[in-house]
């Protein structure tokens, strides 16, 4: 039911700086029908899930009054994949952020790269820049960088140790003015600078707040501390809406929504699910499971099946492809073997866990990446 739901819904985020630079004289579809205007600021709210703003509309009245339309933040729905299919203004299956960690090819075969983090093996693993160079693991153009070849002056909104991170870099792949932002004071003020200035000279801006994802997962989506945080950036969005010039437009969105696990399942604890099994990546909602064999498949497969029983849906990379899971165009080669062998998604609230290598994701109470409509929609408010 979810899946057609998602597949009626028009519109993703990768449809967003498409049409923010159909608004700049680009000469490419614009889908979300943005109007012409001297500059435009991109506003990401870590987080910021369609269902959880609409069941919470006393604590946001501004931003549920002022969403223009749902999206799609895609599969899976995470922040390295969803900010890169942001930038790129393409799904997975084109740039190749498969997940939030996934595998590269290693002088050993295999081994985990943490797209987030930018990280081997885990988040807190080996540095993978010099490794793994941001560019060479996503090489495509950005739409960014269409931006800056067509005279836009190209702007962000972020915290400052964003900036030449590896997420950054293989996304967003151009530089720009940074207005440093760790807080939503920092963010309003930064957002305000990009769009005060005379002449006719014209900007982007990318803007990220990261922290109602962080509060969700530490004290979970709908808890009192993430509605004290919703309700801080719904003050925040006010002041924009209200002071922002009628020169820049505006458009708010999440990278994805949030579920609050309710069954948790221990994957460390299974040997069965590790007989044959070379590498597992992935996150606790969606879990990229690589085998040693191709002759062992069939058995993992039975294996993962059986032992996640209903709290995980257990499909091969070929089903996943074949239904388009990643993005309508095929991937190529070099992408499609960063996905799994297999893939575990689980359902309903269970998230599937490790604490042996992921000690941190494991306590987590918030989790996203599935097919739920709390994760995979986001708002759009365009001003």
Known sequence: ????????????LADILPSVAASFGIDVHNPLGVAPNRDVVVLVIDGLGTELLARHKDAAPTLSAHVTT????????????????LAIGAPCATHGIVGYSFAVPD?????????????????????ALDTYPPETVQPGSSRVQDLAAHGIEVHYVIPAYQRDSGLTRAAFRTAGTLHPAANLDE???????????????????????????????????????????????DA????????????????????????????????DSRSRLHRDVRLIAGEARVRHIYVERAGALTDVMAAWTDELSTHANVVSREQALDE????????????????????????????????????????MLGHHGAWTADEQFVPLIVR
């Open 236 to 267: 925040c969005v006010a002041d924009l809406l209200a002071d922002l010039p009628a020169t820049c437009t505006l458009l708010i969105t999440g990278d994805h929504g949030m579920i609050q696990a309710d069954k948790v399942i221990d994957l």
């Open 107 to 127: 002088a050993d075969g295999l081994r985990v790269l943490n797209s987030l983090r930018w990280r081997l093996d885990a988040a807190t693993g080996e540095d």
């Open 187 to 233: 963010v309003r003020a930064g957002i305000l600078s990009v769009g005060d200035h005379p002449g006719t000279q014209s900007r982007f801006a990318y803007a990220y707040f990261p922290d109602l994802d962080a509060t969700g997962h530490m004290h979970g989506p709908e808890s009192r501390q993430w509605l004290e945080v919703l309700g801080d950036l």
């Open 70 to 85: 749902t999206l799609t933040a895609g599969f899976p729905a995470t922040t390295a994949t969803s900010i890169t299919s």
């Open 324 to 363: 388009r899971w990643f993005g309508a165009t095929p991937p190529q080669p070099v992408i499609a073997n960063r996905i799994g062998d297999l893939i575990a998604v689980a359902e309903g609230r269970s998230v599937l866990v490790r604490p042996g290598t992921e000690p941190l994701e494991s306590t």
């Open 1 to 12: 039911m979810v899946r057609a739901q998602l597949a009626a819904t028009q519109h993703t």
